[in-house]
Structure formats: structure tokens, C-alpha cells
């Protein structure tokens, strides 16, 4: 009896989800069980444990894993609760880990449905931040212009991304399920074979006509560019693999973003395909533990996990699993000219919305140093700091006269995280280089004796150099 009492569990929700997933009354149930209707009904209310007795009952009466059964006493939903309630909004707020322990068990269903309502205002405050930007910096200047930016499709997938911090648990764990598939070309190309009969081959970029990936399922065929690196070779298999064997998975993250147009929901799709291949990679459990005993050293994670520059980084943005949150990372790559394509952001920099960066920021300048790693250290006008690590990266190429892009991207920290990487370490503690001063943008940027400076900032007066010309571009009233 003591064993029993030990491991009992309420579990009144499941409970009552398990009999109307089977069609059962309390009566039918308790027939099947041997109990009252009366006690199936305190079951259900959570005002009587189910114990040990009860659990193995039930999981051979109705043919189910006690696993299953019993899931994970909802710690998923704890840990999501946990996360939400860290908001600022929730501060004068005092919820015990019990309370919310209780309510995630208990109440399954309201607990999903604040997360929901959660995730909803995330994505409501980053569009009502974007557009206060558009407004500030003068972008939107007419209301099609208002009505283009509503509607960018990218804008709309970069908000559903930031508004779940980019971690899609759910797709990190059906990467985990799959953990026992060999890592690497060798193990993906078998799992293809055994799995959904499908051959692998290698073509080159004449035969394969601007594709570097084709599924040809009509001759069972995966037909892969032979000039692919060993990296992007397999990221386009994970990524094969993603779609095949994890699309409920996506498909379920898919929906929870109500896109506007299908041109978001197709982009959506595939970052979450993206995502889903870089997680089978470099799985979660595993590929964060490395990166806390690596001190977020990104060549040699690199170098652990077969992956390149760019996917390690793209990786260590999406390490904010709730319950086992990392070092929350932003990321951004940009070209030459400035025009980003690629903006992650988890660690809540006010990245600019329209217009160029500032060039103070090294992610500007590697360029003249390819292939090198630059640290810097940044401060906001408003003194926020953040840690930024820079490097280009090359994609295309592989072969003679292969077109090639050159990109450069830079990852980064808030201040207070940043003792934790390597790159500030110099042997007796976090080492602070004195910052760059730099701006989100020219034009909501108030720092007046920037040399670097394109354009003056809103609201400021500028003087007239009749007489006198400044060092700096502009030359403003009260300064």
C-alpha cells in the first residue's frame, strides 16, 4: 500500500481526454475498471490520486504504454510556463514552481491555451515595434508603403521565429527520436535506403540545372550537386530526411503561425525544414552540452559536429529549449552592400528595421579580413552592451568558375552573458575591451560627433556651414 500511495499521480485531464479519445462513458470506464462511475468522476476531477494499481489497470485494459500513460507529468508545459512568467509584465507577480507545477498537470488544456495567448502577444509586440519603427525612421512614407511592410512576407516569418525565441521543441525532440540514425552522408544515405527506398546519386551542376537538391520519386532517386562541401552534402540530406520523416512535426509548428499570405507560410516552412536538418546534426541535448563545455567556441563545435561556420552559429540561436535555456544568441548576415538576409534575434537587439546598420560594427568590415574572426564589444546610445563575433562565410563555388557569394555574418550576446564564451577569456576572468559606440540606425541615432555618420538623426536641427564646416558630416543646434 505504501508503494501505491508513493507513486501516486493525479491526472484527472488525461484521464478524462483518454476515455473521450475511446468514446467511453464513466460508466463504460468504470465497467471496464471494476470501480464506480462516482470514483472514475473524482479521477477525473483530480480529488483522488491515480495510483501505481490504477495506471497498470488502465494501460492493460486499453492496451496503452504506461509511458505514454503517465507522459512526463508536465514537464514540458512547466518548463513553457516557467519561461512566459519570466516577462517583466509577470514581475510584481509571486508564482510559486509548485503553482505553476500544479496548474500544468492539472490543466493541460488552460495551460496551452495561455501559451498560445503568450505567443500571440509576442508576435503582436514585435509587429507594433516594427511598424513604430517604420514610422520613426520616415520608411513608411505612404500607406502602401504601411501595407507592403505589413504584409513582407519575410517580416511576418521573422516575427514568428523571435516570438518563440527561434526553439521549436517539438522538432528538437522528434530530431532526438531519430538519434539512433549515424551521423554524416554514410548514415543518412542508408536511412534513405532502408527506410524509403530511395537512392542516392550525384550529378554535376550541368545535369542538375540550378539545383543542388531534387527528390525524384517517380525513379526513387535523391539527386544531389556533386560539388556540394561535406557540410552542405549533409545539411541537404538532414534536410531531405526532415521533410520525409518529420512532417507532422512541422506541419503542427506551421500552424501555430497563422501566416497571412502563402508566400510567408512557404518561407515558414522552409526555416522550419532548416531547422529540423540542423537539429538532426547537431541534436539538442547533446550539441548544448557541447557548446557549455566548448565555451560557445565556434570552430571547434564546428569541427565536432562536421558542420560549417554558419550552421554552427545558426545553431547556438536556437538553444532556448524551456528548462534548459542556453546563452541567448542574435544573429545577422549581410552582404557587402549592407542588404541582410539572414536576422535572428534571441538576445533582443534593436536590429534596424529599414535602412542601413551602422558601419561602425566590425560585421561591416570583415570583409577586408576574410575568413578571420573579429570580437568586438558594442554600446547603444542608450548604453545597452552587447558582445559580437564576426566573420565572413562563402557560400556556392566547388568548382572552377562556380559562382560564389561572400557574406558575412556576425553572432552575438548581451554584456552579462558574455563571460561565458571563450572569446572574452584571456586566462583570469571576462576580459571588457573598451566598446565601439554604435547606432541601430543613422537616423534614430543622436550621437553627434560620429564621423561615420550618413544621414542626420530625426527631430535634430541642423546648423548651417556658412561659416564654419565640422569634422563630422553634420553639425547640429545645442551641441
Known amino acids: 500500500m505504501a508503494t501505491s500511495s508513493a507513486r501516486s499521480v ?91 507545477s500544479d496548474l500544468a498537470v492539472s490543466y493541460p488544456g488552460m495551460t496551452e ?27 513608411a512614407s505612404s500607406r502602401g508603403q ?25 522538432l528538437d525532440d522528434a530530431a532526438e527520436r531519430l538519434a539512433q540514425v549515424p551521423s554524416g ?48 552534402l549533409n545539411f541537404q540530406l538532414a534536410k531531405q530526411l526532415a521533410y520525409l520523416e518529420m512532417e507532422d512535426e512541422i506541419g503542427a509548428a506551421l500552424e501555430a503561425g497563422k501566416f497571412s499570405t502563402k508566400s510567408a507560410e512557404l518561407l515558414a516552412r522552409r526555416a522550419l525544414a532548416a531547422y529540423a536538418a540542423g537539429a538532426l546534426i547537431m541534436p539538442y541535448s547533446t550539441f548544448a552540452k557541447a557548446a557549455e563545455t566548448r565555451r560557445y567556441d565556434l570552430e571547434a563545435l564546428a569541427r565536432q559536429f562536421g558542420t560549417s561556420f554558419e550552421q554552427t552559429a545558426h545553431r547556438l540561436t536556437t538553444l532556448q529549449r524551456p528548462g534548459s535555456e542556453k546563452v541567448p544568441f542574435f544573429l545577422i548576415r549581410v552582404d557587402p552592400a549592407g542588404n541582410v538576409s539572414k536576422l535572428l534575434d534571441g538576445a533582443g537587439f534593436p536590429f534596424a528595421k529599414h535602412g542601413g546598420a551602422c558601419p561602425l ?24 552592451r552587447f558582445f559580437s563575433i564576426a566573420r565572413t ?9 562556380a559562382i560564389r557569394v561572400e557574406r558575412a ?8 552573458h558574455a563571460g561565458q564564451l571563450i572569446y572574452t577569456r584571456d586566462g583570469h576572468g ?34 548651417p556651414d556658412d561659416f564654419r564646416t565640422s569634422s563630422v558630416p553634420f553639425g547640429f543646434s545645442g551641441d
Open 430 to 463: 571576462a576580459r571588457v575591451d573598451e566598446p565601439t559606440p554604435i547606432g541601430v540606425a543613422c537616423r534614430v541615432c543622436h550621437r553627434p560627433r560620429c564621423a561615420a555618420r550618413s544621414a542626420p538623426p530625426i527631430g535634430r536641427e541642423i546648423l
Open 361 to 384: 560594427w566590425s560585421v561591416h568590415g570583415v570583409f577586408r579580413t576574410p575568413r578571420q574572426i573579429v570580437t568586438q564589444w558594442l554600446e547603444l546610445p542608450d548604453g545597452q
Open 146 to 170: 504601411e501595407s507592403f511592410d505589413a504584409n513582407d512576407p519575410v517580416a511576418e516569418v521573422r516575427r514568428f521565429l523571435a516570438a518563440r525565441r527561434n526553439n521549436f521543441a517539438n
Open 409 to 416: 555574418i556576425a553572432i552575438g550576446c548581451a554584456a552579462e
Open 185 to 232: 552522408p554514410a548514415g543518412f544515405i542508408e536511412r534513405f535506403r532502408a527506410r524509403h527506398n530511395l537512392q542516392v546519386r550525384y550529378l554535376p551542376p550541368n545535369v542538375m540545372l540550378g539545383s543542388v537538391r531534387r527528390l525524384d520519386l517517380h525513379r526513387r532517386q535523391l539527386l544531389l550537386e556533386d560539388s556540394l562541401d561535406t557540410a552542405s
Open 113 to 139: 491555451a495561455f501559451l498560445r495567448l503568450y505567443t500571440a502577444y509576442r508576435e503582436e509586440q514585435l509587429a507594433l515595434a516594427e511598424r513604430s519603427a517604420s514610422e520613426l525612421t520616415g520608411a
Open 393 to 401: 562565410v562563402t557560400a556556392g563555388g566547388g568548382s572552377f568558375g
Open 10 to 100: 493525479f491526472m484527472g485531464p488525461r484521464l478524462r481526454r483518454l476515455r473521450r479519445d475511446l468514446g467511453l462513458t464513466q460508466a463504460d470506464m468504470a465497467a471496464d475498471l471494476e470501480i464506480s462511475a462516482p470514483y472514475v468522476a473524482l479521477l477525473e476531477r483530480n480529488q483522488r490520486p491515480v495510483t501505481a494499481d490504477m495506471l497498470l489497470r488502465l494501460a492493460r485494459t486499453y492496451k496503452i504504454d504506461l509511458a505514454d500513460l503517465a507522459g512526463d507529468g508536465g514537464a514540458d508545459h512547466t518548463a513553457r510556463m516557467q519561461s512566459a512568467l519570466k516577462e517583466p509584465m509577470f514581475s510584481d507577480i509571486d508564482i510559486p514552481a509548485l503553482e505553476i
